[in-house]
């Protein structure tokens, strides 16, 4: 089983930037797609940034454009840049596989004034 372990979430006022970090427990190059999800209070997990192996990289229309997913200088992480954030992309955020496998902590982002 694969094992991936969030951080780097906190408290950000909206219009500010998160960096997220993902320790895999194997090399991310063993992964054809992996991806970042979310969940916010009440709703459905859901992919909002995926990246394959051959280097392309897709995003949900709600995070489109300020949103970056790359894979980490060490070759078991993954990262996930996040700007220009709003309230509404206040959700636990989780890295896994695309499908998903087993699921880690998640780390916790809450977007408020």
């Known amino acids: 089983q694969v094992q991936f372990v969030e951080t780097g979430g906190g408290l950000v006022q909206p219009g500010g930037s998160l960096r997220l970090s993902c320790i895999v427990s194997?090399?991310?190059?063993?992964?054809?797609?992996v991806g970042w999800y979310r969940q916010g209070l009440g709703k459905q997990r859901e992919l909002v940034a995926s990246?394959?192996?051959?280097?392309?990289?897709d995003y949900g229309d709600s995070v489109k454009g300020r949103f970056t997913i790359s894979r980490g200088s060490a070759e078991n992480t993954l990262h996930l840049q996040m700007d220009t954030l709003k309230p509404e992309d206040t959700a636990t955020y989780y890295c896994?596989?695309?499908?998903?496998?087993?699921w880690g902590q998640g780390t916790q982002v809450t977007v408020s004034s």
């Open positions: 896994n596989s695309v499908p998903a496998g087993t």
């Open positions: 194997r090399s991310v190059d063993t992964i054809w797609t």
């Open positions: 990246l394959n192996l051959n280097g392309r990289a």
